[in-house]
């Protein structure tokens, strides 16, 4: 804990986590962001297979929640040379070390 | 883990966790919402000291801030019958136990 009389060290470290923890919501808190990740991890790990589970999220807002997804490092793809070609989806350490955290974010908004 | 041939009970169960998590990010991930909830914890505890650490957040913003943080369950707020009268806020149960899980958050964007 910092106190008022907090020297510049922990002062420097209070705004590191702040800034941190303010990128990490940055990244999970997009609208269907934290669910798609979910869903990837439950097996549904193809665009249409998220289409299914996601029917009210437009082709176009998937297709960049992905790219986001992607772009952050939660989320890595693999393009597999079949007609048509196919494109799987699973999660990358990252992504999958953050479910963990989610699960006591929704225990802890349970406790109300 | 839900699998592809998961029963109707564990569908619940996983729709039920993802409403969840999502509430709960909708709760902290608001502008300025985690970073005024750490200020208050580390003894930023009313509206003048939270604008030293705030310079940029106007007071409009701030007040919205503050009610949204106590109507969620975050914060309370103790009013001081001085004149003029003072307001001083603190961490309610709630609101300190979302801390350590915002830390391991700020740990898990670290690893990059």
């Known amino acids: 804990m910092i106190k008022e009389t907090s020297s510049n060290a922990s002062n420097r470290k209070f705004l590191r986590s702040a800034c941190r923890i303010t990128g990490a919501l940055e990244i999970l808190s997009g609208r269907w962001k934290a669910l798609t990740l979910i869903h990837i991890s439950e097996g549904k790990n193809r665009f249409s297979l998220l289409k ?27 393009i597999i040379p079949e007609v048509p070609v196919r494109v799987d989806y699973s999660l990358t350490d990252k992504g999958a070390a953050v479910l963990p955290i989610l699960e006591e974010l929704a225990e802890w908004y349970d406790k109300r």
Chains 1, 2 share one sequence.
């Open 52 to 78: 299914q589970v996601l029917p009210t999220v437009s082709d176009q807002v998937l297709g960049r929640l992905l790219r986001e997804l992607e772009a952050d490092g939660l989320i890595g793809k693999t």
